[in-house]
């Protein structure tokens, strides 16, 4: 079978790895992938954003199943018009892509269904979202409605702050259309737990649990990032609560989302908090996480492609999905000064251990095969062992075999789930 995959970061080169394990997969294809993903697959320059692009690359090359894993591409429709042009795909359609590209469609259905999130109130006219401002209940959360990178969050413990927040989203667009919409939210506290589930609309599986490490510095503190590091299985997340949450919030999603007639396919990721009122949901992604994917995939021991197939000829049901019982850590090293300013093009140097372990992000490669940093999050290294203390040890050995001018990396990944694990 002639696979590609839409993406071109970490996660993707996660897929990819994963994917070529697979018996079926002959050829693969990234588009536009990057200078790592390119020791597993054919990278191809077409930018996740360009659809039209895609879909005449597919029937150029007989393409046989496309993997479409970033935000933008699915809400944009990419799955609707591969699947038009006859080319089956692992993802949503653009109707069942609005669970993530819109917090303030997600939050209606998740009050109109009855499943457990945080209390909020949705404005799309600034003055009404002010006025409310004034007598909510502090912190509240400020949320963009639509796609921010994850970055449309703030919490705000005064309300100066939560009006400046609003100001800046509505009035001054500092996230585009995203902030036309705002979503004030209850602030909710608990261990966070990102699950991953499979799903084909009607049957979902949950993958291993893991924890994502969001904030650029150690200890939790500094600026929110797209994720710097992520441990599987999240020690807080019980086979209890991952009974409450199929029963609760999973299974009811999936249901939601057929009986609003937007049956959801792909990677449905559920952002939870284990609040002390039990599980509830903070957000979702239409998609695979970063770098969650990083940490769940490598301990996937499934035929990834033949659990993909299944999702999207709906015969999840009949699937055997099966993850080992060990743990992972995946320990991102970024650029210096990321998420705010960073430098690009700095050679990368690094072990052949290392490069088996890494999932790379932010990297071009000259045609002398020479690695650059060419982003902020350069690469993610990954290590699977018994023991989530091992498998945080390995992580961290193999980053010092990592060099490139400027990097940093988290000290601390881990370590919460670790002190959780002692309780
Ligand atoms: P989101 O982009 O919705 O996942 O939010 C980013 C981060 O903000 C989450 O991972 C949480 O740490 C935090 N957050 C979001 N919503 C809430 C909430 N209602 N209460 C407390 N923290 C929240
Ligand atoms: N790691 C969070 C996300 O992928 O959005």
Same mark, same amino acid.
């Given at each position: 079978?002639?696979?590609?995959?839409?993406?071109?970061?970490?996660?993707?080169?996660?897929?990819?790895?994963?994917?070529?394990?697979?018996?079926?997969?002959?050829?693969?294809?990234?588009?536009?992938?990057?200078?790592?993903?390119?020791?597993?697959?054919?990278?191809?320059?077409?930018?996740?954003?360009?659809?039209?692009?895609?879909?005449?690359?597919?029937?150029?090359?007989?393409?046989?199943?496309?993997?479409?894993?970033?935000?933008?591409?699915?809400?944009?429709?990419?799955?609707?018009?591969?699947?038009?042009?006859?080319?089956?795909?692992?993802?949503?359609?653009?109707?069942?892509?609005?669970?993530?590209?819109?917090?303030?469609?997600?939050?209606?259905?998740?009050?109109?269904?009855?499943?457990?999130?945080?209390?909020?109130?949705?404005?799309?006219?600034?003055?009404?979202?002010?006025?409310?401002?004034?007598?909510?209940?502090?912190?509240?959360?400020?949320?963009?409605?639509?796609?921010?990178?994850?970055?449309?969050?703030?919490?705000?413990?005064?309300?100066?702050?939560?009006?400046?927040?609003?100001?800046?989203?509505?009035?001054?667009?500092?996230?585009?259309?995203?902030?036309?919409?705002?979503?004030?939210?209850?602030?909710?506290?608990?261990?966070?737990?990102?699950?991953?589930?499979?799903?084909?609309?009607?049957?979902?599986?949950?993958?291993?649990?893991?924890?994502?490490?969001?904030?650029?510095?150690?200890?939790?503190?500094?600026?929110?990032?797209?994720?710097?590091?992520?441990?599987?299985?999240?020690?807080?997340?019980?086979?209890?609560?991952?009974?409450?949450?199929?029963?609760?919030?999973?299974?009811?999603?999936?249901?939601?989302?057929?009986?609003?007639?937007?049956?959801?396919?792909?990677?449905?990721?559920? =952002?939870?908090?284990? &609040? +002390? @009122? /039990?599980?509830?949901?903070?957000?979702?992604?239409?998609?695979? %996480?970063?770098?969650? $994917?990083?940490?769940?995939?490598?301990?996937?021991?499934?035929?990834?492609?033949?659990?993909?197939?299944?999702?999207?000829?709906?015969?999840?049901?009949?699937?055997?999905?099966?993850?080992?019982?060990?743990?992972?850590?995946?320990?991102?090293?970024?650029?210096?000064?990321?998420?705010?300013?960073?430098?690009?093009?700095?050679?990368?140097?690094?072990?052949?251990?290392?490069?088996?372990?890494?999932?790379?992000? =932010?990297?071009?490669? &000259? +045609? @002398? /095969?020479?690695?650059?940093?060419?982003?902020?999050?350069?690469? %993610?290294?990954?290590? $699977?062992?018994?023991?989530?203390?091992?498998?945080?040890?390995?992580?961290?050995?193999?980053?010092?075999?990592?060099?490139?001018?400027?990097?940093?990396?988290?000290?601390?990944?881990?370590?919460?789930?670790?002190?959780?694990?002692?309780?």
């Amino acid at each position: 079978m002639k696979v590609m995959v839409i993406g071109g970061g970490g996660r993707e080169a996660a897929i990819c790895k994963k994917l070529r394990q697979s018996p079926r997969v002959t050829e693969l294809f990234a588009l536009p992938g990057n200078g790592g993903i390119a020791d597993y697959a054919t990278c191809v320059p077409i930018g996740v954003k360009e659809i039209e692009k895609q879909v005449a690359f597919a029937l150029n090359e007989k393409i046989d199943y496309a993997v479409v894993a970033p935000d933008d591409p699915l809400a944009l429709g990419a799955v609707d018009r591969l699947t038009e042009a006859g080319i089956p795909c692992f993802g949503p359609d653009q109707k069942a892509a609005q669970i993530e590209a819109s917090k303030a469609f997600s939050k209606r259905l998740m009050q109109k269904y009855k499943i457990p999130t945080a209390k909020c109130e949705i404005f799309d006219d600034f003055q009404k979202a002010l006025s409310y401002l004034e007598t909510c209940p502090l912190p509240v959360v400020v949320k963009a409605s639509g796609l921010a990178l994850g970055k449309g969050v703030v919490i705000a413990s005064t309300r100066a702050e939560a009006q400046n927040a609003v100001r800046a989203m509505m009035e001054e667009k500092v996230f585009g259309e995203s902030g036309n919409c705002v979503v004030l939210e209850e602030f909710l506290t608990g261990p966070e737990v990102s699950v991953l589930c499979f799903t084909d609309g009607k049957t979902i599986v949950p993958m291993v649990s893991s924890m994502d490490h969001k904030r650029a510095h150690d200890g939790d503190t500094g600026p929110n990032t797209g994720g710097m590091g992520t441990i599987a299985p999240n020690p807080f997340y019980t086979d209890k609560i991952a009974k409450t949450c199929m029963d609760t919030i999973f299974l009811p999603t999936i249901r939601a989302m057929a009986s609003e007639g937007r049956p959801f396919q792909g990677c449905l990721y559920f =952002g939870l908090m284990l &609040t +002390p @009122d /039990g599980p509830k949901v903070i957000e979702y992604n239409c998609r695979f %996480g970063d770098p969650e $994917t990083q940490v769940v995939l490598p301990l996937l021991q499934s035929d990834l492609f033949e659990v993909m197939l299944a999702c999207t000829e709906g015969r999840l049901g009949q699937m055997r999905v099966e993850f080992s019982r060990s743990c992972a850590c995946c320990v991102i090293a970024a650029s210096g000064g990321y998420p705010a300013r960073y430098e690009k093009h700095k050679a990368i140097t690094l072990s052949e251990n290392a490069r088996a372990h890494a999932d790379f992000a =932010g990297v071009e490669r &000259t +045609p @002398d /095969g020479t690695l650059y940093t060419s982003g902020g999050r350069v690469l %993610g290294i990954t290590a $699977t062992a018994p023991t989530l203390q091992e498998a945080i040890g390995q992580a961290y050995a193999l980053c010092r075999e990592v060099q490139f001018e400027g990097l940093f990396y988290r000290r601390d990944i881990g370590a919460r789930a670790l002190a959780g694990l002692e309780e």
